[in-house]
Structures are given as structure tokens and as C-alpha cells.
């Protein structure tokens, strides 16, 4: 199929990917934005099944953000350390915590930049809040969004989350942001894998994907 620009392609694989995965969400287990803002801190260089795991602990023992932001960094991280990197994140959600507790009365705020303000949060966790939690436009370019990108030819060699999320601004409606890279992850891990070769022939995608037609399985 021949696609005349950025737009197009994208306004394609919003629509068969929602087909496809018509029920993808955050796969993280969350009641409230706080725990949220907890759960994509401890995911960092961890499977999200292994956090959902590991907080069922932290938040029945820290029931809500004063009792977090009153524990010390080295309870938490006794308890996070089965992700990895325990004593960097329990410091950062310590922090986080606390100025949650100190400077927005224990509420997440709904604002982008004063999400990027906390220990901790970076713009795809920043993104993340704000699209599944406060329904706003978001785009969260994690690992399988820019290599999905990447490969369909969404945005060309661009590998910095930031400049990714910037280039799918341009070509994504805002409304759709935040499903369409939840189902990027789901595509990715089903159909368009990092660690094996992409299943290209059980793709949705083939027809109008860049690395299909470079790999002549287009077809």
C-alpha cells in the first residue's frame, strides 16, 4: 500500500492496532495516581508483572502517601528490592512522596511540568499520569513505542524518547496518544519482539510497515 506522508501512516496503524488490541491498557495494578507515580518508578529495568507483585507489600504496609513520605528510604527499599536498583528508587519515591505530602496536600498534581518537578518522574512517566490517570493527551514513548516507530517508519532513526514523543506530536491526533502507545506495547510484545525477528507475517501492519517492505515481507 502506498502511504503519501507521516499522517497517513499514522492515522493506519491507529486504527488497526485498535482492532487488534481493543482492550490495551497500563498493565500496571493501580487504585489511585500516587501509586501509579510509585509503580513506573520501581518498573524501570523491570517487568511490570514483577512490580504489580512486589507493591501488593509496599501499599498494605504504606497505605497512602503521608505513611509513605513518613517511611524511611531504607524500609522502602527492603521492600522494592526485588526490581532492582532498590536503594536509587526507594530514595526517589521517598522524595516523591514527601513533596506530594508537603506541596500539593497529598494530591497528584494534574500538570505536566509539575509532574516532571518530582523526584523521580521523567516525561514518560510524566505522560503515563497524565493520559491513564487525568485523561489528558499524552504520548509515552517507552522501549517497544520507539522501536515500533522506528520500524513502521512512524519517525526515521530516532532513538531519544524525547524526540520521539516530539516527532509523534506532529502526526498523532492528542486524543489518541495514549491508547495508541499502550497498544504499541502490546504489538510489540506479541507480534513486533526485540529479542526475537518480528513475526511480520502474523502482523496487522506489514502492508504499510518500512521494515516489511526493506525484509520483503510485505507481502
Not at 5 to 16: F, W
Not at 72 to 86: K, M, N, S, Y
Not at 135 to 151: E, F, M, Q, S, Y
Request: hydrophobic share 40%.
Amino acid at each position: 500500500m502506498e502511504i503519501h506522508d507521516k499522517k497517513q501512516l499514522a492515522a493506519i496503524c491507529i486504527e488497526r492496532l485498535k482492532k487488534e488490541y481493543p482492550l490495551s491498557d497500563c498493565t500496571l495494578d493501580y487504585e489511585h495516581a500516587w501509586q501509579l507515580l510509585v509503580e513506573v518508578r520501581l518498573a524501570a529495568q523491570c517487568t511490570d508483572a514483577r512490580v504489580n507483585v512486589v507493591v501488593q507489600d509496599l501499599f498494605a504496609k504504606y497505605p497512602n502517601v503521608a505513611a509513605l513520605a513518613a517511611a524511611e528510604p531504607e524500609d522502602i527499599e527492603e521492600i522494592v528490592r526485588p526490581c532492582g536498583l532498590g536503594r536509587s528508587k526507594a530514595r526517589d519515591i521517598s522524595a516523591c512522596m514527601r513533596m506530594l505530602r508537603d506541596k500539593y496536600d497529598c494530591n497528584v498534581p494534574d500538570d505536566f511540568d509539575a509532574l516532571l518537578e518530582l523526584p523521580g518522574v521523567g516525561r514518560k512517566s510524566a505522560n503515563l499520569i497524565m493520559g491513564d490517570v487525568f485523561g489528558k493527551p499524552a504520548i509515552v514513548t517507552d522501549t517497544h513505542c520507539i522501536r515500533l516507530c522506528n520500524r513502521i517508519g512512524l519517525v526515521d532513526n530516532i532513538k531519544e524518547p524525547k524526540k520521539v514523543e516530539m516527532a509523534l506530536w506532529k502526526i498523532i491526533p492528542p486524543q489518541e496518544g495514549s491508547d495508541f502507545c499502550h497498544r504499541l506495547v502490546d504489538h510489540g510484545r506479541a507480534v513486533c519482539t526485540a529479542r526475537t525477528t518480528p513475526y511480520c507475517e502474523r502482523c496487522c501492519l506489514r502492508d504499510v510497515c518500512r521494515y516489511a517492505h526493506e525484509e520483503g515481507k510485505a507481502d
